[in-house]
């Protein structure tokens, strides 16, 4: 076995499993990077080992449709040479969309399985796919024989004892998997969350008592890759007759498949369009939008910014956050929410008391359940940074499994099982590789550490006009500055600037003149180093500093 990827990260998830020939792929999603990684678009997991092994692996398992499970297929198929990829219904919808956007779909064969499905793969592994609940439809754990061993991974779940539009978790083919399970990854997402995620219908019936109260417009904010809610929701606007206006087209992507799966069923006289909003009275609309995370240009947060063409906030309206929020962006939800507010809009947020949000990963007593009903002889937690699967393990061991039956693994690290017992094996490559824009390949700490300076500080330009023959400035050094400092107010640091620059010209021209030597490069790398130092004293600002020599 080995955790390739996104053991210590919410994103990036790949494994896989290697017996004599043949290799097993269970996952290939893409993350998004950090704040500090300017215009990396994602990262994606480091398949070089298996790329140097392709003609091994017989085929891609996909858990679910997230993004952060299947959002690397476009870059990893194409390297693996297009093994098939196995998916549940609605995972295979969503791959099959991208793959058309991409315009891959004549090279890729996604099958679609489902609660029954029980597959040969190869000469060697047997792959058993265990219906669950997750936040989208058609989730599932999968349970890997091969010969040597047996591996469970469950793939992001709660048990949900009354979801809203699915069957609940197949507990006795679950149960069915005790004593054959030598080892169990098991996400840790929220490993340190007590007692029960509440259940999706929990949250439909809160969110219909609260909507059906209103008297004015309703205005929703969801994740477009929370598909139960989104079914919730339109199902609480079907029963407080309120007609549906999408905003986002992430949202109305995931709406659409929805639709096509018959996950969701509404009426086309039910789904307003923006523009035709303002037809219909406050109390018989119920808006869905992007923008939870305050990202930057998702619909709530335009309408907050009163940038969006046709929602603008007035008395009355009511904004609910379905949705919980991820630490990182706090501040620019409370932001977008201080605004909101502004406008004249009621706010409700996700609460103890309130319950209208739940995400799809299980507690405390959900993993409990779960590690209950399989009962491994092993067991990885996965899917979480370090501190989330340390939890994670001492849940197992509070719940009786023994310390050193619990493994906390790393990206790219290798397991062998013996029979008995698994050990450490080799680490193989696993560095993330970042994609840019359209294209792959590893992008240069240089190139990041530039984009990070641009961000923050923005960047000035000298132009030193020099004369061919004597060397002499001719005219004075002019200035650009983009990002920086507005130039009409900065008239003292510009003029201390220009004294360094002609201080730094005459210095080279008469150390060139005794030393016969005309080195502009020399005068460019001084003047670039001696105002990046005057720079930082005067302002404390780091632009990216250029000198052109014309
Ligand atoms: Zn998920
Ligand atoms: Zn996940």
Redesign the pocket.
Do not use: K, R
């Given at each position: 076995l080995c955790t390739l990827s996104g053991t210590a990260e919410i994103g990036r998830n790949c494994n896989f499993v290697e017996y004599g020939d043949e290799i097993v792929v269970i996952d290939a999603g893409y993350a998004f990077p950090g704040h500090e990684m300017y215009g990396i678009d994602y990262l994606i997991p480091n398949v070089s080992y298996l790329k140097k092994n392709k003609e091994k692996v017989k085929a891609i398992l996909i858990t679910?449709g997230?993004l952060?499970?299947t959002g690397a297929l476009k870059w990893i198929l194409p390297e693996l040479g297009y093994p098939p990829v196995y998916a549940g219904g609605f995972a295979k919808a969503l791959i099959d969309l991208k793959m058309k956007e991409y315009k891959m779909e004549d090279k890729v064969k996604v099958i679609s399985v489902d609660r029954k499905s029980t597959l040969n793969i190869g000469r060697n592994f047997k792959a058993t796919f265990v219906g669950i609940n997750?936040?989208?439809p058609d989730a599932f754990s999968i349970f890997v024989e091969s010969p040597r061993g047996n591996v469970f991974f469950s793939g992001?779940y709660k048990i949900d004892m009354s979801p809203a539009n699915e069957p609940q978790t197949d507990y006795e083919k679950l149960r069915n998997l005790r004593g054959k399970i030598d080892l169990a990854l098991m996400e840790s997402t929220n490993a340190s969350n007590p007692g029960k995620a509440p259940s999706e219908t929990e949250i439909f019936q809160n969110l219909g008592e609260l909507i059906s109260q209103q008297k004015g417009r309703v205005i929703v904010a969801a994740f477009s890759s929370l598909i139960t809610r989104l079914y919730s929701l339109v199902e609480v606007a079907k029963r407080t007759n309120r007609k549906i206006v999408l905003s986002g087209k992430s949202l109305e992507q995931s709406i659409d498949i929805a639709r096509q799966k018959n996950y969701i069923n509404i009426d086309d006289k039910f789904l307003i369009k923006e523009s035709n909003m303002s037809k219909y009275p406050d109390n018989e609309l119920l808006l869905l939008c992007t923008g939870s995370q305050a990202e930057r240009f998702a619909a709530l947060n335009r309408i907050s910014l009163n940038e969006h063409k046709f929602i603008k906030i007035k008395k009355g309206d009511l904004v609910i956050m379905s949705s919980s929020e991820i630490p990182e962006n706090i501040s620019s939800i409370e932001k977008m929410t201080d605004r909101l507010i502004a406008l004249g809009a009621d706010l409700i947020k996700d609460s103890v008391e309130l319950k209208i949000h739940s995400t799809?990963h299980g507690n405390q007593e959900d993993m409990k359940m779960m590690h209950n009903l399989i009962q491994p002889k092993y067991i990885m937690p996965i899917h979480g940074p370090l501190t989330f699967r340390y939890f994670n393990k001492q849940n197992f061991v509070r719940w009786g499994v023994d310390e050193k039956d619990v493994f906390l693994t790393d990206d790219g690290q290798t397991w062998v099982f013996n029979g008995v017992s698994w050990s450490r094996g080799k680490k193989i490559e696993s560095k993330p590789i970042l994609i840019d824009g359209l294209g792959v390949g590893d992008i240069g700490d240089i190139v990041l550490k530039d984009r990070k300076q641009l961000s923050e500080f923005g960047i000035f330009s000298v132009i030193l006009n020099i004369s061919s023959k004597n060397k002499r400035i001719i005219g004075r050094p002019r200035f650009i500055s983009r990002g920086f400092i507005y130039m009409k107010g900065s008239r003292e640091l510009l003029q201390e600037i220009e004294n360094l620059v002609m201080d730094i010209h005459r210095d080279w021209l008469n150390r060139s003149h005794r030393e016969k030597m005309f080195k502009d490069e020399e005068l460019r790398e001084r003047i670039e180093k001696e105002l990046s130092k005057l720079i930082y004293k005067r302002t404390e600002r780091e632009p990216i500093i250029l000198t052109a020599i014309i």
């Open positions: 679910h997230h952060d499970h997750h936040s989208i992001d799809g």
